[in-house]
């Protein structure tokens, strides 16, 4: 009886094929994200990872597939980022910590950043996993200022969570760095000013 190993190794090679070339597509879409290009067309994606238009289409059902599957990979990669940022020390320090972190993230996913947020409303499967990561960073805030907050009564308590995730948001961070042109130190010293002034209690002052 013949061995299947040849068999098994084409099939193999036919896999391994496919998922570069599978990949090849999903960082075209980030390359051309990268450069600004936030709805490319079929064609540009295709010819920018070296394959047909027809064979895009036999990795990704539809173009919300691949942008899934495109921000998907860039939110992977920059997951180490999403940790908690440090909130041992002072509220001082804690208020910068906090501004590090979410200029960090944005330095590095402000294109597939920029891209999910024009092409959520379009596609649900996005606006879930978009929605979930916006989740977690407002999450932070509520542990990152747990003993401001602990200060205050119910109804204030609520109101000046949802008043320090609005400037803590990347939306923030993107209006400031984008839309308001301002330098990433300017933007920082901004962010800081806000937080810090709405968790100062009259102690501080």
Known sequence: MSSPAPLDALQDGRRLRSERSRAAVVDALLELYNEGELRPGTADIAARAGISERSVFRHF????????????????????????????????????????QRLAIHDVAAPAFRAANLLAPESPRLAATFALRRRILDDQIEQQFDRELRRRAPADHDQLLRALCAPASLESVEYLR?????????????????????TMSKADQ
């Open 178 to 198: 984008s839309h308001a042109g301002l330098s990433r130190s300017v933007a920082r010293g901004v962010l800081i000013r806000t937080l810090d002034a709405l």
């Open 61 to 100: 059902e539809d173009l919300d597939a691949l942008v899934e599957a495109a921000i998907t990979r860039q939110w992977s990669r920059i997951g180490y980022l999403f940790a908690p940022p440090d909130a041992s020390g002072s509220r001082v320090e804690r208020v910068r910590a906090l501004v590090a």
